[in-house]
Every structure is written in structure tokens, then in C-alpha cells.
């Protein structure tokens, strides 16, 4: 099924909730770095509290077991990258809706499950982490019997430049993504009538989380998506709760309502969510603890600690838990 809207593929912002305040094409934005599959048709496609490269904000706790795939130049991914900038901001004539589509489409593209890779802070695109990211996630994937579709959402989670090598910019940045996940999402599933997965890789977590609200909240899209993986989640112990207290933010209830199923893969030995979230944030994160207070009815919590060596390896060949996120499918 070809998606509606303008016959280049450019950006796409369909079903943007109505208080949006930019008229936008209906469906999004396809072009910037696109490029064009061989019926010539269009191209499109899908995506760590520290670049699964091991790049900077991490100190010497950088480097996984498992080595990635280089995936190819035209990797199929959905982008924000380069609406933001270091503070934040929105720049570039973005909106709190826009996205784009880029690489070469899948033929099977709208017909199959879709998965996307969420990737997570200093994940750079300059050298290919977010696409690399992506693609190793789709090869570990179909190592363990996934049929369907895979791409990456790639994100600006290289800005920031706050004194604390900017995690808290990177943090707000991460937030700002969830409408714009949120909005490909309802377009995808409405347009094609297919399901879609995410798994979100460390701070990838919190753009999902925001993205589960946004599905709630702007769209009312009641099982949006068809589950969400979460892995080495950089996001509060208690964030995926349903109730965080008095003082703390809970998400539990947008799990609940958007998404079909949602499966915590934490590692309680996880260095960098020791060492380094902690040190940033004063808490636990849920990608080492576990949720802590009330979960959501349909939330489960794996721990993975025998199985996933590093923060780096959760979703790489022969070292990650990839084979458990998908026997929970």
C-alpha cells in the first residue's frame, strides 16, 4: 500500500493532534538524505545512556563483547536528526511532530511487522552508530526467527553541551523525540494496518516513554504498539511504575494503555547504569533494578544479568538477550 501525501518522499507529520500550530503535509517528511529504492519508488525506514560505539560521556566504561555489523550507507530509519540544538530547541522550521523518513525501502515494507531500534545518548550519526545500531539489531533478530521488517529511530543524542557532558540537555532531547515517534507510529499502524515493535536501548527508554504518553494522551491510540522491549533502560527504577510517589514522575499508565505488552531486560551488574546514571540522576535505573513500586498489568520485569555481558551487548549477535525479548513476542 503506497502512503499518502506528496509524491517525493519528504517529511511526514500525519495525524498530528489538532492543536499542532503549523500546517504540515499530511504524513510526514520524506527526503533529507533519502535515497530512492530500485523501482524508484521511495525510500524509507527505522532505532544508550552512551553510544553503543563507546563513544565519550562514559569515562572507560565503553567498550561491549559483541562486535556490530556495519550496515549499509541507505539503512532504512526514521529521523529527527538535526531538529534540535544543543540546548534543546527546536530549530530547522520543526515542529514537536516532525520526523523524517529516510533509506531504501524493504518490498515488504507495509505489509509486515515492523521493528524499530531505539537508540540512546551519543549515539552519533557522523560515524554510523545509529544506523550500525539498527542493523544489528535486525540481523540478531532474524538470527532468532523475526520475519517482519526492521529499521532505526534515530535521534539527536550527540547535542547538548550542559556541564554534565550534556546528559541533561541529551535527557530533554530524549523527551522532545517521544511526540515525534508517537506521531510516525499512528501514522504507520493507521496507514498500513500492520504492527509495530519498539526496542529502546538505555536513554532510548525515556524517548519511549514520552512517546507512550503522547500515544495517550494526543492521539488516544489504545495498543498503538504491539510491545515495547526495553533494554538496559536509562530511565528511573520507579518511571515505569504506576504509582512513583509524591515527588517522581510514573509512566505506568501509558504503558497500560498504549502499548500491548511491555518486557523490562535489566542487568543488575550493569556497569554503566552504576556508575554513571547514578551519578548523573541519585537513582536506580529501571535497566539495572528493575521497576520499583506498582507495575503496570501489562509490564514484566527479566532480569538478564547472566546472559548480557556489558551495557553494549543487549541487542548483539550471540552475546545479548535478543533470543528472550523475542520468546516473550
Same mark, same amino acid.
Not at 503535509?25 to 521511495?42: D, E, I, M, Q, Y
Not at 560521556?57 to 539503512?75: I, N, Q
Given at each position: 500500500?503506497?502512503?499518502?501525501?506528496?509524491?517525493?518522499?519528504? #517529511?511526514?507529520?500525519?495525524?498530528?493532534?489538532?492543536?499542532?500550530?503549523?500546517?504540515?503535509?499530511?504524513?510526514?517528511?520524506?527526503?533529507?538524505? @533519502?535515497?530512492?529504492?530500485?523501482?524508484?519508488?521511495?525510500?524509507?525506514?527505522?532505532?544508550?545512556?552512551?553510544?553503543?560505539?563507546?563513544?565519550?560521556?562514559?569515562?572507560?566504561?565503553?567498550?561491549?563483547?559483541?562486535?556490530?555489523?556495519?550496515?549499509?550507507?541507505?539503512?532504512?530509519?526514521?529521523?529527527?536528526?538535526?531538529?534540535?540544538?544543543?540546548?534543546?530547541?527546536?530549530?530547522?522550521?520543526?515542529?514537536?511532530?516532525?520526523?523524517?523518513?529516510?533509506?531504501?525501502?524493504?518490498?515488504?515494507?507495509?505489509?509486515?511487522?515492523?521493528?524499530?531500534?531505539?537508540?540512546?545518548?551519543?549515539?552519533?550519526?557522523?560515524?554510523?552508530?545509529?544506523?550500525?545500531?539498527?542493523?544489528?539489531?535486525?540481523?540478531?533478530?532474524?538470527? #532468532?526467527?523475526?520475519?517482519?521488517?526492521?529499521?532505526?529511530?534515530?535521534?539527536?543524542?550527540?547535542?547538548?553541551? @550542559?556541564?554534565?557532558?550534556?546528559?541533561?540537555?541529551?535527557?530533554?532531547?530524549?523527551?522532545?523525540?517521544?511526540?515525534?515517534?508517537? #506521531?510516525?507510529?499512528?501514522?504507520?499502524?493507521?496507514?498500513? +494496518?500492520?504492527?509495530?515493535?519498539?526496542?529502546?536501548?538505555?536513554?532510548?527508554?525515556?524517548?519511549?516513554?514520552?512517546?507512550?504518553?503522547?500515544?495517550?494522551?494526543?492521539?488516544?491510540?489504545?495498543?498503538?504498539?504491539?510491545?515495547?522491549?526495553?533494554?538496559?533502560?536509562?530511565?528511573?527504577?520507579?518511571?515505569? @511504575?504506576?504509582?512513583?510517589?509524591?515527588?517522581?514522575?510514573?509512566? +505506568?499508565?501509558?504503558?497500560?494503555?498504549?502499548?500491548?505488552?511491555?518486557?523490562?531486560? $535489566?542487568?543488575? +551488574?550493569?556497569?554503566?547504569?552504576?556508575?554513571? $546514571?547514578?551519578?548523573?540522576?541519585?537513582?536506580?535505573?529501571?535497566?539495572?533494578?528493575?521497576?520499583?513500586?506498582?507495575?503496570?498489568? #501489562?509490564?514484566?520485569?527479566?532480569?538478564?544479568?547472566?546472559?548480557?555481558?556489558?551495557?553494549?551487548?543487549?541487542?548483539?549477535?550471540?552475546?545479548?538477550?535478543?533470543?528472550?525479548?523475542?520468546?516473550?513476542?
Amino acid at each position: 500500500m503506497a502512503p499518502t501525501g506528496p509524491s517525493q518522499w519528504g #517529511n511526514r507529520t500525519a495525524g498530528r493532534p489538532a492543536e499542532t500550530d503549523q500546517e504540515e503535509t499530511a504524513g510526514g517528511r520524506f527526503g533529507r538524505r @533519502s535515497f530512492l529504492r530500485r523501482s524508484a519508488v521511495a525510500a524509507v525506514s527505522c532505532g544508550t545512556l552512551v553510544g553503543a560505539s563507546g563513544t565519550a560521556a562514559a569515562g572507560g566504561l565503553t567498550d561491549g563483547e559483541g562486535e556490530k555489523a556495519a550496515a549499509p550507507s541507505d539503512y532504512q530509519r526514521v529521523s529527527t536528526r538535526d531538529h534540535f540544538d544543543s540546548d534543546g530547541n527546536l530549530i530547522n522550521g520543526e515542529t514537536a511532530y516532525s520526523y523524517d523518513v529516510e533509506g531504501s525501502l524493504p518490498d515488504s515494507w507495509g505489509e509486515e511487522t515492523l521493528t524499530l531500534l531505539i537508540h540512546g545518548f551519543k549515539s552519533s550519526d557522523e560515524d554510523d552508530d545509529d544506523i550500525d545500531s539498527g542493523y544489528e539489531c535486525q540481523l540478531a533478530l532474524e538470527a #532468532n526467527g523475526y520475519t517482519g521488517d526492521t529499521a532505526v529511530f534515530t535521534w539527536d543524542a550527540d547535542k547538548g553541551d @550542559s556541564l554534565d557532558l550534556g546528559w541533561a540537555d541529551g535527557k530533554t532531547i530524549a523527551e522532545k523525540n517521544g511526540r515525534k515517534l508517537a #506521531n510516525f507510529t499512528q501514522w504507520y499502524t493507521n496507514t498500513y +494496518g500492520v504492527d509495530i515493535r519498539w526496542i529502546a536501548h538505555s536513554l532510548g527508554a525515556r524517548v519511549v516513554l514520552f512517546a507512550l504518553q503522547s500515544l495517550t494522551e494526543d492521539y488516544d491510540q489504545a495498543n498503538a504498539v504491539e510491545s515495547v522491549s526495553l533494554l538496559g533502560a536509562a530511565v528511573e527504577e520507579d518511571d515505569v @511504575s504506576t504509582d512513583a510517589g509524591w515527588f517522581d514522575s510514573e509512566y +505506568g499508565q501509558y504503558i497500560e494503555y498504549a502499548a500491548e505488552q511491555c518486557d523490562n531486560f $535489566y542487568d543488575d +551488574g550493569d556497569e554503566v547504569l552504576e556508575w554513571i $546514571y547514578e551519578t548523573r540522576e541519585f537513582e536506580d535505573a529501571a535497566g539495572e533494578k528493575g521497576c520499583d513500586g506498582p507495575e503496570p498489568a #501489562n509490564y514484566t520485569d527479566h532480569d538478564v544479568g547472566d546472559i548480557v555481558p556489558t551495557h553494549y551487548d543487549y541487542y548483539i549477535r550471540d552475546v545479548g538477550c535478543i533470543p528472550q525479548v523475542v520468546e516473550k513476542w
